[in-house]
């Protein structure tokens, strides 16, 4: 049974929930934000569903809410962040709004965070510049849950690509991990007690496996097999494809940002995460408004196209987030029960008024 | 039946080729270097293989081997360029030296290419740039082969990502399209008459077909189905990612540089192409050795972890390609005999010193 709750009363107990765990004002609506755009967007996995996770960090001290955020280089269109164990969410924002503001300046910013921790929806950070009239990326390492192709050891995160770009009637929005589907996905079976698709992933002697509670238990005991890349088990669908876009992710966050290596961390999430944020001024190539009509146009373009027999829809990334937003700013947001549980008992542990 | 061709050899001939073509000497090197790290790298698909589709283009005008590469717009970090249809390798490398020249001043460079055509493997770009010490990205739209999730008509390109880093004892080489597959994938079942593995395509009615040859033909006629996008049809393994993905690079590309979109080109590879390259320097984050030493312990710790029963190897992107490049650097290169029969009769019509 789902309690819907309003947005902004949902809004209002994160904000003073995390003001409690001990962050400035500014700060807990920063963080807020972020998760109150994952819940609006339909993204339950990453919204009210995460604050017991990210209450639990702030305890053990795996996030530190005092933490001052490192600028550690910088160039006109470049900056090194260390964390220092921050909340993710804060050192995001604090990252994309500096590659924002270099790319106003000179075009284009890059943001290479390290020592950081989970940041929420890779998607938010985009979605900030592309209101800014830019374009932008953002990527993440995580903890190991994915396995390479002929492999059976979790060596990779989710690491997921997000890119946005100004569009109407919504900005082009796309969020997804490198892996053929998230831990939550799995999660979500294993709560059911339904089968997992075969494809998702494989047991520890590398056999496909569509236990979600075996495969549940054996991820978060960091066990041998995982969840596989986007393009499932070996190189026919193209497996090693989602494998190599993994790395680059990789490459571009743990490594360029000196911070630990995925399999180098500890939990399925990952507690010292590395991020990279990439934004850029499409006015250096031609008028905006012609660039975001000729993007509307396409998106407009793919969403007329030939349906298969039976669909009557063909969605553009983004679109079902946006569409889920304008009904839960109205209707309200489902909070599951056992999250609800959940937050009302962070709201009796830390003496906040209960939702 | 293949005939063993050295390296040499062949790269003189294509050289001799497209100068009599009409390129100038110092063109006609460049871009028979793109085609000849395609047949080095084991990417048989992209290298002398491609001769003829090139010879025609020449003929048929669709390709200027006259064009005049012009700068529309530059900045200090970027460069728009027309390519007025000069042969995609010239354009390419054209672009991605702006891009590493002003990665090098600034610390990022980005080129953005339209009215180009097929440049080849997306990955020669990157190289480049690696080559230099920089990390990189290229992408390109093309004509329309891939099927947007739930649609049955050919909207995107095969539309690849390309990325490089520097790394020992090779850099990380990825290039990838955004489809489940290449046209040139399907070509090989169709020539072998081979059925294709369930997931790679969809036919008019919108249903998994396997009968390569069939498809083959469709996709050529510009007819209803196509190739899936990576993660297959529907939503359960994930296809919209990789249909989310073609959509980031034909905004990157097509979109960005005002160029045409992937369905409004005519045929599967199309002509009037759209590039985009990115360059930086990971210089700014750190010391460029610190990085490059990180980047080659994770790709061996992948290369190192457990592998599933019967495997004896994990590869890491670019491996086998550079592998491949040293053994047919020694060993020659095998051309297939349609293939051979292609590139004597381009001689013959010429009047060039046959191979």
Redesign the interface.
Known sequence: MDTVISEKALRAFMERVFEREGFAAADAVAIADVLMLADLFGIESHGAQRMMYYHQNILSGSVNTAAKIETV?E????V?LDAHFAMGQLAGVRAMNLAIEKAKK???G?A?VRNSSHYGIAGYYPLMAAKEGL?AFSMTNTGPIMV??????M??GTNP?A?C?PADPYP?W?D??TT??TLGKVEVHAKREKPM?E??T?DA??EICTDAEKMNASILAGE?GGILP???AGE???G??????A??V???T?????GL?S?EMQGAHGDHTSHFFLA?D?G???EPE??RA??S???Q??RS?????G?S?????GEKAFESMHRRMEQGIPVEEKTLGELRSIAEALGVEAI
């Open positions: 280089r160039t006109p269109v470049s090194l000179t075009g284009v890059i290479s374009c390479p192709t002929f492999g059976r050891e060596m990779l690509v890119f770009m082009f796309f997804a991990s053929v589907v698709p494809g998702w494989i002697r590398g041998m986007l393009g499932g026919t669908n193209s090693h494809k989602g494998y190599g876009l790395i680059m990789e490459a571009l743990g490594v360029l940002a000196q290596l399999p850029f499409p250096m190539f031609g012609d660039i000729q993007m146009r396409y998106l373009m793919l196209s030939e349906k298969l027999p669909e829809r063909i969605y553009t990334p």
